[in-house]
């Protein structure tokens, strides 16, 4: 092997294995910037002595090993440590003597560290969009300027974010550990919440000038993929991933050649990813098993949702009845103004427009709703319906004056004037 391909397999092994090595490192150190910059140690050893002494069999627990022993000799160096870090070092000392210890380590516990890593990340302390950027950051790997251009903020902006973030599970000393019991029971849906927030934003971008962010979503499948892998009996973890994987199946026809919005009733299905959709369908299989016919959550249910459209090969086709039925019961296991919105959408393709705008009605003074664009375009979708195109003209309008994406605006203004 070359030194040039060496140094490719290096790169390539840390981007793969960076996550983990925060995960245990952190779990070590207590400190989620001294872990990176750890992990960080480790690369640059690995360039300096793999082109000389060739790729170890396992490349991911040489750099582990690397890591944990710089982090111990750290430690060791530090008088002013407290006495718990100078007991962590001894018991560590003697876990790690050679690769093939450190090989069986890994395997034990690797899985239990990555998922402590995740759920510390997104503790329900921090905010949303906090969590989110901690979340891309130290377990996707993506750099702060690239965090920053996914969600249309400055660098500076997202670094303090990170910052703060970081400064406050240190000062909360959260163990890098998965809750168990009821504990876990309580974070879960946090950790949930992040990853569909990631994935949301790349889906439907909330501002700027493109409807969707396909590498955002991307990484928010890879986010729910390892967390199935780390969670195989729960639920509403493989409910999520299905929802996601059939919601990204649409993303290549959702925007049409002149890079304007293509309403789902309208888009090509023939564009639709069918191997996304099988991977979705045998996700929300997974999940429907384990939860039970009856004990379905808030992520199942939205999976269900999801799939039938995925299941229609027509527009027409689509079971309206069914779909309206799910969303009666979402919004008894996650009541909110937006699934109530999303309902009387439902209920209006089932059973017609005026169904739909005696439900809209209803929730039109909701406080969360106030601003939110989708409310009125969904009102004028009804009154175009309903042949009430005046009315619908002026709720299109509105819409459009509320949103904050150039391309969704665009969409609008067009329904607008078609009311002509």
Known sequence: MTAGETHQTIEATFRIERARLIAGLARLVRDIDRAEELAQDALIVALAEWPRTGVPANPGAWLMTAAKRRAIDAIRRDKMRTRKHEEIAREQDDSYDDEAQ???????????????????????????????????????????????????????????RIVRAKKAIAKAGLRFEVPQGAERTMRLPSVLEVVYLIFNEGYAATAGDDLVRPGLAQEAQRLGRILAGLMPEDAEVFGLL???????????????????????????????????????????????????????????????????????????????????????????????????????????????????????????????????????????????????????????????????NARERTFLLARAEACD
């Not at 008894?332 to 009387?344: E, I, Y």
């Open 242 to 404: 299905a929802l996601m994987e059939i919601q990204a199946s649409r993303l290549p026809a959702r925007i049409g050649p002149d890079g304007a919005f293509v309403p789902l009733t309208e888009q090509d299905r023939g564009r639709w990813d069918h191997l996304l959709i099988e991977r979705g369908l045998a996700a929300l299989a997974r999940a429907e098993a384990l939860a039970g016919a009856e004990d379905c959550g808030p992520y199942v249910l939205q999976a269900a949702l999801a799939a039938c459209h995925a299941r229609a090969r027509r527009a027409e086709d689509t079971d309206w009845p069914r779909i309206a039925t799910l969303y009666d019961r979402l919004r008894v296991v996650a009541p909110s103004p937006v699934v109530d919105l999303n309902r009387a959408i439902a209920h209006s393709m089932a059973f017609g427009p005026e169904a739909g705008l005696r439900l809209v009605d209803e929730i039109a003074d909701a406080a969360a709703l106030r601003h939110y664009a989708p409310l009125p375009a969904a009102r004028g979708d009804f009154l175009f319906r309903a042949g009430r195109l005046a009315e619908a003209r002026s709720e299109f309008e509105a819409a459009a004056a509320l949103t904050r």
């Open 102 to 160: 450190a090989i069986a380590a890994m395997d034990d516990d690797l899985g239990d560290e990555l998922l402590g890593l995740i759920f510390a990340a997104c503790h329900p302390m921090l905010s949303p969009d906090a969590r989110a950027a901690l979340t891309l950051r130290v377990v996707g790997g993506l750099t702060t300027d690239e965090i920053a251009r996914a969600f249309l903020s400055s660098e500076a902006t997202i670094a303090q």
